[in-house]
């Protein structure tokens, strides 16, 4: 073969790489320069490229724990968003995590997927080349697989347009944490209770997105980056090192997609279900690796992803620590009694030992900077473990902790609150389902799961089951899928796969083929079931074609709107927020209680977001229901002078008093509870701005010095 | 030989596992006694608040700290519907049932008034008050329905922290639909309180 022919052969091996890597490089040439574009496409462009650098660092990862290993994109786009978010905890200690840094973090990132496919270049060119074959093989499941593919890009941009954000807590609370952290670096919120309920790995990856997405954009991360990655995870997914059907992936897709989005705002709801699935595939990709490898290339990408978990809710936490303790404990056990020499059994034990200590001190490593930034916010390392600056008086558990309550409460959120009707169904299938490696990575994740459901549910019966149901899905759903998978892959399941030997050996292969093909019913029956139910099924009134058109709708008007000028905002909302921020001194430190708080600029003030007054305070507490001379002695004590609050008579939504005073007498006794704190902090503004200078007054947004007396 | 499990290893895990327990014992608690103050001021001001808004006939049904509306009641619905300073009631069932916190070994007095729709009864029914599955009242309904249901609980049956109270109206079971949904009873006002001297 000519020099010519072998350098032709190489660059059509090349070819496939090189195009993606043009690709990526064009969509960032286009969307890095600030300039004016259209909405929809620069947040989707942009949404694509996080998750091509969250790729990026997860070959980085790669390379250094299993260089030689075939490692599939969403195990590595997932292992890059558990190191991006360990790496966004070590910069927020210092309060280094600005939009530049931010930038920065997806540009490294960029760089290192550019360099992966360059070096992966042949493994790139056999994926392409697969995928042409089995579209000429396989024409009609391909067509499906295309029709779904066009789902999923509708669900993608239909998340991109949707607008809408919660003014209970997106726009009092989780938008402003991720202007804060782009603004500022970090986010100190003392007087937060939803900066106290998460360490904070979600704001993290709604402000990557914002970068160039926009508080309007802010779904984004959660439903439609969490989607790919789960999409990517589920496509991923190996059985002893054989490709899942594309029948089982598009079951799993149907299923994703049409379930019943319960999140009322842009708070982790796919982005559990994703790191979830993560950690249940780590597990796996950790029981297929040879007996040689380390023990620390294993634990690392199990801490990474483990630890990001923990940051995105606090009922998360226990999930990634049970998970791990339960897959760890399973196979230092199981693997004693199957190893048949002493020596064996030693060996053995003592390299998964080592692991399970790299994997506890790693994640530890990992989730510290997490910790540490939350006690210089919250004055705690571990909410709810440790109050910090949350007010005990107002407790999360009911009242009247009878068991009865409880269980009730415990059977409401399983069968109403989850919104997967047919949990049960994938409940029996998992117990059917005979695991074929140690570390039982399906049953590790359904005892953790079932123990955080419970854990979940018992510290926060004061709420009802519904809204409980919507913290519990994260692990719930991933479940599911990993039940949906591993059903349907498990080696018993196939009719070729014999074991060798006695016929013991014959009749426990033949069991095990039954045990698996029930399962597998179960699963297509629950499936199906969910489908259906999803179908039929109102959410909010609305059946599952009327989202799917409203998406379409709001796609079609974002697509068409035009690009909105960068510089200056000219929306007059932030114009009012920034004459009123105007009015306040530069530098010095005000507390807010307001509609928008995202559209104030962080970086001018130092800013407390009061958010629901009376969870959360610095010591020596917030004094309530004793007057506002007492507000006042507070806030000057805590260095507190100037006071920005919206007037009930003017709030867009939660600072309305006649809301509150309605829900003193609610059915809910979480809200029964927390209503009379802010009536009565209202109030005391309303005392305060008499008494007191107002710098500013304008549509209802007043500030005061209280400082000077009026 | 390499020893089974690296030192490294367990470096990290003690280092992260000290970590931990320092910033354990860093964090701060509160005392008891402020919170239960607190706790006691903000009860004190939703019941004055609820009262200075007009609102107090939906206060005396809806659950409380020392009172826990559980099954066979509905929700609170005002008559008419569009706000909460308007008449208040639950509907109930054929069990209505209530849970009281008790104060230690004080009598307590119950308070409960409410309709029963005897144009739909085509009877006159009676309501019984029960315990912990004791028996402690009984009352029939006036004429045109109310029923007013007053009495005092001794302390031999608040021997625990929270008891079970059921209000069970007579003759409200029909074979075609299951009660509360019937919409023949309603309690409209219900206090718990000790008995002063």
Redesign the interface.
Same mark, same amino acid.
Do not use: H
């Given at each position: 073969m000519g020099m010519s022919t072998k350098r032709k052969m190489q660059t059509r091996r090349a070819l496939p790489a090189a195009l993606l890597g043009a690709a990526v490089l064009a969509a960032t040439a286009w969307v890095l320069p600030k300039s004016t574009r259209n909405p929809l496409t620069e947040t989707a462009v942009w949404s694509l490229l996080v998750v091509v650098s969250f790729a990026g660092w997860g070959s980085a990862v790669r390379v250094g724990v299993a260089p030689k290993e075939r490692v599939d994109l969403g195990l590595r786009a997932m292992w890059g968003a558990g190191l991006v978010c360990f790496l966004g905890g070590l910069l927020m200690v210092p309060a280094l995590m600005t939009r530049t840094s931010a930038l920065l973090l997806v540009e490294v990132g960029l760089v290192f997927a550019l360099i992966a496919l360059w070096r992966e270049r042949s493994a790139v060119r056999s994926r392409f080349a697969f995928a042409a074959r089995f579209i000429r093989r396989e024409p009609r499941i391909s067509f499906l697989i295309g029709i779904g593919l066009g789902f999923f890009a509708l669900h993608y941009l239909g998340a991109i347009a949707d607008s809408h954000t919660n003014p209970y807590d997106d726009d009092i609370a989780y938008l402003a944490f991720a202007k804060k952290l782009l603004d500022t670096g970090t986010v100190i919120e003392p007087f937060s209770f939803r900066r106290l309920s998460a360490l904070g790995g979600q704001t993290l990856f709604v402000a990557l997105l914002w970068l160039r997405a926009g508080a309007e954009r802010s779904h984004t991360f959660d439903r439609s980056v969490c989607i790919l990655l789960i999409l990517l995870l589920v496509a991923g997914y190996r059985s002893k090192a054989r490709r899942t059907n594309p029948v089982v992936v598009l079951m799993t897709m149907a299923l994703l997609l049409t379930l019943p989005v319960k999140a009322i705002n842009t708070a982790s709801y796919f982005s559990g279900v994703a790191f979830f699935l993560v950690l249940f595939r780590t597990v796996a990709w950790a029981a297929r690796r040879d007996a040689s490898a380390r023990?620390?290339t294993s634990a690392l990408p199990l801490a990474l992803v483990g630890s990001a978990a923990c940051t995105l809710r606090q009922n998360y936490l226990p999930i990634p620590v049970i998970m791990l303790a339960a897959s760890y404990g399973l196979r230092l056990f199981g693997r004693r009694r199957s190893l048949e020499t002493e020596q064996a059994r *030693?060996?053995s @034990?003592?390299?998964d030992?080592?692991e399970l200590?790299?994997a506890? /001190?790693? *994640?530890?490593?990992c989730i510290?900077p997490w910790?540490v930034v939350s006690?210089q916010s919250n %004055?705690?390392?571990?909410y709810p473990?440790? /109050? /910090?600056t949350f007010?005990?008086?107002l407790a999360l558990k009911a009242?009247?902790p009878?068991i009865l %309550?409880e269980l009730k409460l415990q059977i409401g959120v399983f069968l109403e609150g989850v919104p997967i009707p047919t949990l049960g169904l994938f409940v029996l299938a998992a117990a059917v389902v005979r695991e074929d490696d140690s570390r039982r990575p399906l049953a590790s994740l359904g005892i953790a799961t079932a123990v955080g459901f419970v854990l979940m549910v018992h510290g926060f019966s004061q709420s009802d089951a519904m809204s409980i149901g919507r913290y519990v899905f994260g692990s719930a759903a991933a479940a599911v899928i990993a039940v949906l998978l591993v059903t349907m892959t498990t080696k018993a399941f196939d009719e070729t796969s014999e074991l060798p030997g006695s016929n013991t050996h014959q009749r426990t292969a033949a069991a095990l083929r039954r045990r698996a093909r029930t399962a597998a019913a179960i699963v297509v029956v629950a499936t199906l079931t969910q489908l259906t139910l999803s179908l039929i099924t109102r959410t909010e009134g609305l059946l599952l074609s009327d989202t799917y058109k409203q998406s379409l709708t709001n796609i079609g008007m974002l697509a068409r709107s035009a690009p909105p000028p960068r510089v200056p905002d000219p929306h007059e909302a932030y114009l009012l927020y920034r004459r009123m921020q105007d009015s306040i001194p530069e530098k010095a430190r005000a507390a807010v209680l307001l509609d928008e708080p995202y559209r104030l600029e962080f970086s001018r003030n130092p800013i407390w977001n009061l958010d629901m007054p009376g969870y959360s305070s610095l010591?020596p /507490?917030l004094p @309530? @229901?004793?007057g506002s001379d007492k507000v006042e002695e507070y806030f000057a004590k805590i260095g507190v002078r100037y006071l920005a609050f919206v007037t009930s008579d003017h709030s867009t939504y939660h600072y309305r008093r006649e809301y509150w005073? +309605?829900r003193?007498?609610?059915?809910t +006794?979480l809200w029964?509870?927390f209503?009379?704190?802010l009536?009565?902090f209202l109030d005391n503004l309303t005392a305060l701005s008499t008494k007191h200078k107002r710098l500013f007054e304008e549509r209802g947004m007043i500030v005061i010095d209280l400082g000077e007396q009026r | 030989m390499r020893p089974?499990?690296?030192i490294f $290893?367990?470096?990290?895990?003690m280092?992260?596992?000290g $970590?931990?327990t320092s !910033?354990?014992a860093? =964090?701060? =608690?509160?005392p008891d006694a402020a919170?239960a103050e607190?706790?006691a001021?903000?009860d $004190?001001?939703?019941v004055a !608040?609820?009262d200075a808004?007009d609102?107090g006939r939906?206060?005396s049904v809806? =659950?409380?700290?020392d009172v !826990?509306f559980?099954e066979d009641f509905t929700?609170?619905f005002f008559d008419p519907a569009t706000s909460?300073r308007n008449h208040?009631y639950r509907w109930m069932g054929r069990r209505a049932h209530i849970?009281l916190?008790t104060q230690g070994d004080r009598p307590m007095r119950v308070r409960a008034l409410g309709w029963l729709d005897r144009k739909i009864l085509y009877t006159k029914p009676f309501v019984t008050f029960s315990i912990d599955g004791q028996f402690v009242y009984e009352t029939p309904p006036t004429e045109d329905g109310h029923f007013w249901g007053e009495f005092i609980v001794k302390p031999e049956l608040l021997r625990t922290e929270?008891v079970d109270l059921v209000i069970a109206p007579s003759s409200i079971a029909f074979h075609w639909a299951a009660p509360p949904n019937l919409s023949v009873a309603v309690l409209y006002k219900f206090d718990w309180e000790p008995v002063t001297p």
């Open positions: 023990a620390w *030693s060996s @034990f003592g390299r030992l080592a200590l790299y506890a /001190g790693l *994640s530890l490593v510290v910790l006690w %004055r705690t390392f571990l473990v440790l /109050g /910090g007010n005990p008086a009242s009247d009878s %309550r010591p /507490g @309530f @229901f004793q005073v +309605e003193l007498v609610d059915e +006794e029964r509870s209503a009379p704190y009536i009565d | 089974p499990i690296p $290893a367990i470096f990290v895990c280092l992260g596992l $970590a931990v !910033m354990l860093c =964090s701060r =608690s509160e919170v607190e706790i001021r903000r $004190a001001f939703r !608040m609820l808004e609102a939906a206060r809806s =659950s409380r700290p !826990m559980e929700r609170v909460f208040a849970r916190k929270w």
